[in-house]
């Protein structure tokens, strides 16, 4: 270290002289910076043995030695002076400075430091960000779990109808562009037991609830309850998030689905979640959650099974059945559907009729074979009619879709809520090379309902899709409608979709 100082000295004398001269003050900087960089570089060494801190440092200093050495090189050709003495004075407070920090040693464990350290980490109230697949926040022990999320989906939509179908049907099909969906939402789990979300829409210029419930977990021989606004248990199709269904719009099926109401529902998992369950009793509601008077309520329940399951779902065969019976206010009620494009008019419709109950049993079922999965759905609608000139109508409708992975992945499978879930492409577009994921898609869909007096038409579909999944947040979607129905003609449509859902 001696020789290395008095080489040092020599050098920065002779550089800090030739810099006095030329007036630009640098003999005040460079001690500055030399003890900055030591400084800095030194900092992330403090945890090493010392003998390896000693070695980084002299090669350290060597190294800037070296830089001097070739810097006085320079000036020397242009001019020599004698160093000044103040100079050296400097480098030796230098490698004080640098054996002070040497002999730095980590806080004591029963510091102050560290037990401001622990206390934060130990602290339940403490909540540390992440993000997976959105922002959330997991306190230190893990029982409280915050999410905050939402989805944009911007549609496109391009008609090629026969020319006389919008004379016969007395409605316009229009080329035009929508935010089909843009929602936020926070959920969450508090105290490990108890769940919640709360999910507005404001696509069509209002903002409307969607989910808005408290749920309470792992009651003991109930399972889990669930109070407010959300989706009444029916339906594979219904029940996985729009976010994640394979097409831009659901099947004909939905015609019969419930979807969201108010209520009350408990569920469960079984047999190691081979099988789930859910029950409630719900009351008919608006867009607001408001329901009052009448006897409009509904009781529904579902039951679904995994008879082949390997692989983390790679693998899987899924069976499950629904049933609601649903009480109509005012005694009357109405089918109607449009094509599987939400900017088309509906085509098809029973018109209100007199009914005072329906009884509804739906049945569906999904296979996943690595990159090809095939699902289908049937539901049969058993109405109660109240005139001499309606019986007792029975409406049915069915689909059958087909979609396959062409990069490799496979639809992903929630056990605990017997739905599909996200798509996560196996490599990310632009991550090393990758592409994202692809899929194309099939669905073929059917409606009747005319049946025992009421003549609400046929309407068969059929939807050709492509997806592309940048990554597990953003995709888009291109579908190919093509749809027949028995009151107008032939429907062909062209859909885009951009979208985002974290």
């Known amino acids: 270290m001696n020789r290395v100082r008095k080489k040092g000295e020599t050098k920065v004398r002779t550089f800090e002289s030739c810099i006095k001269i030329r007036s630009l003050g640098v003999n005040r900087i460079l001690p500055s910076l030399i003890m900055g960089f030591v400084c800095l570089t030194s900092a992330p060494t403090l945890a090493q043995e010392p003998s390896a801190r000693e070695r980084e440092l002299e090669e350290m200093v060597r190294k800037l030695a070296e830089k001097v050495d070739r810097l006085e090189s320079r000036l020397d050709a242009a001019e020599g002076k004698k160093p000044s003495t103040d100079t050296a004075a400097r480098v030796e407070q230098l490698e004080k400075s640098v054996q002070q920090i040497k ?10 430091e560290w037990s401001k350290i622990r206390k934060w980490v130990n602290d339940s109230n403490s909540l540390r960000p992440h993000w997976k697949d959105g922002l959330q926040f997991v306190s230190n022990d893990g029982s409280v779990k915050l999410k905050i999320g939402g989805r944009i989906q911007n549609d496109y939509t391009y008609f090629a109808e026969d020319g006389d179908i919008e004379r016969r ?140 399951y390997e692989d983390k779902g790679k693998k899987l065969l899924h069976l499950g059945v629904a049933y609601s019976h649903r009480n109509y206010a005012g005694d009357v ?43 289908g759905e049937y539901v049969h609608a058993f109405i109660e009619g109240r005139s001499r000139l309606v019986g007792d109508p029975r409406f049915c409708a069915a689909s059958i879709q087909a979609s396959y992975f062409l990069t490799g992945e496979h639809r992903p ?64 979607m291109w579908n190919y409608v093509l749809a027949d129905a028995s009151q107008g003609g032939d429907i062909s449509a062209f859909l885009w979709r951009v979208q985002i859902a974290f």
């Open 103 to 112: 002999e730095e040693r980590p806080p004591a464990e029963d510091s102050e």
């Open 169 to 308: 049907l007395g409605s316009d099909f229009d080329d035009g562009t929508e935010f089909r969906r843009a929602r936020v939402y926070i959920s969450g789990t508090i105290y490990d037991d108890l769940e919640f979300k709360a999910q507005y829409g404001f696509a069509g210029g209002d903002a409307d609830f969607k989910d808005a419930y408290l749920g309470l977990k792992k009651v003991p021989y109930v399972g889990n309850i669930r109070v407010g606004q959300f989706k009444e248990p029916f339906g594979l199709e219904q029940l996985t998030s729009s976010n994640y269904i394979t097409f831009l719009e659901r099947s004909l099926v939905d015609v019969f689905v419930p979807g969201r109401n108010t209520g009350v529902m408990v569920y469960d998992t079984l047999l190691d979640k081979r099988m789930t369950w859910a029950a409630g009793v719900f009351r008919q509601t608006d867009s607001y959650g408001d329901g009052a008077g009448g006897r409009a309520y509904d009781v529904t329940a579902r039951v679904t099974g995994l008879p082949w």
């Open 333 to 375: 009620v109405r089918f109607r559907a449009r094509p599987e494009v939400h900017q088309s008019p509906r085509v098809v419709s029973t018109g209100t009729f007199p009914a005072e109950y329906g009884d509804f049993i739906g049945t569906e079922v999904a296979l996943v074979h690595g990159p090809f999965s095939l699902q």
């Open 413 to 476: 499978y929630s056990t605990s809520k017997g739905v599909f879930g996200r798509v996560r492409p196996l490599k990310n577009y632009r991550d090393d090379g990758g592409i994202g994921a692809w899929e194309l898609a099939a669905r073929y869909s059917h409606l009747d309902l005319g049946d025992d007096g009421v003549r609400g038409g046929r309407l068969r579909n059929m939807t050709l899709g492509l997806n592309w999944y940048l990554n597990p947040n953003v995709r888009t």
